[in-house]
């Protein structure tokens, strides 16, 4: 069976069967995949199909999916996505409630521009920093102040990339096109040479699941997975575990997951990436699909574990007005 005609068969029984909330109305203040993928959205869903089947193998759960995977392959398409989406880099910081904005702070911004042009050297401090766009993955680099000539020129081309890339469109993840573009420099969170090592929180209807713990990401590429409560798995979960080992529990990690669920509990999934520096807690950026949902998890434990912990309420059958009370709460700001 082509994957077409896999998709096409599923796509007749969810409408049939009325599953996924398809034939029922998007709440105020989201939107969903159906629509806004218009004629794209059985073409994507097809790409995506196909990219699940190259790396897992078999044929993804279209019907009644239970692992983590197939159900990430599914919200791309039928869940809710606040209009303000948190994908944006620059307004991850808004999702968290304001009682804990004092202790888990914002990476400090020095400049942005929604034009390809970098700021003058007069106007930032000698030092190194990141250069970001703030609406894709991959569009990061460390730059240091004062630029030269040279070196300003060969950027330019990067950054005028960066603000014209469409954000994969390839695997639909059609929520990156809702973010106003901007480029920006970001003060420098590494403590010494190396990456600065982050922690990515996987929260399923308000709770943690598990978390990882990344180091050398440049190099090496160093993953450990861990229970809630810091806790090693012994498992792999996006990279081959080679010779990573165990690290102990962050310092903060109480205030790390505090913030990790005040934040999961606006999503029936997110994931909240943080790292830490002198002692401090800082929010990265919040993933609704990591890895673009092209990933196999590398222990099928954990893809069963997070599908189980993850029940969304857009999936299956649902009733009318099956989003009231979880897409009902008040955000953190002002849409």
Known sequence: ?????????????????????????????????VERLGEEFAPGLVRSVEIYRKNHGDWPDLIDP???TSKQLLFKFFG??????????LRAHDWLPQHLRAQVHRPRILWR??????????????????????????????????LDDDHRTDLIPLTRRWLRRVHSKRLSLWWYELIERAIYLEE?????????????????????VVYQHDADRSGTHLQTVYSRTGTWLDKQLYVRKGGARPVAPPARLDLMVEAAE????????????????GGEVYLGEIGLVPNGCTKRIRD?????????????PWLGRVSPGFADGHYRREWPFAA
Not at 81 to 89: E, L
Not at 122 to 144: M, Q, R
Not at 262 to 277: C, E, K, P, Q, S
């Open 300 to 312: 099928p434990e954990l893809d069963w574990m997070l599908g189980g912990a993850w029940q969304a």
């Open 113 to 146: 521009g929604d034009t390809p042009d970098l700021p003058g050297n007069d106007e930032i401090a000698p030092g190194t920093y990141w250069l970001k766009c703030n609406h894709g993955s991959g569009t990061n680099l460390p730059v240091t102040f004062p």
């Open 188 to 208: 420098d969170l590494r403590e010494g040479a190396g990456d600065a090592a982050d922690w990515k929180f996987y929260v399923c209807n308000g709770r943690i």
């Open 1 to 33: 069976m082509r994957a077409e005609q896999y998709a096409k068969l599923a796509l007749e029984r969810i409408a049939d069967e009325r599953l996924h909330g398809i034939h029922e109305p998007v709440p105020d203040r989201y939107l969903r995949g």
């Open 262 to 277: 005040a934040i999961g509990r606006f999503f029936d999934f997110i994931r909240v990436d943080m790292f830490i520096r």
């Open 66 to 68: 239970q692992t983590f």
């Open 80 to 89: 809710l996505i606040p209009r303000v989406t948190p994908s944006d880099k």
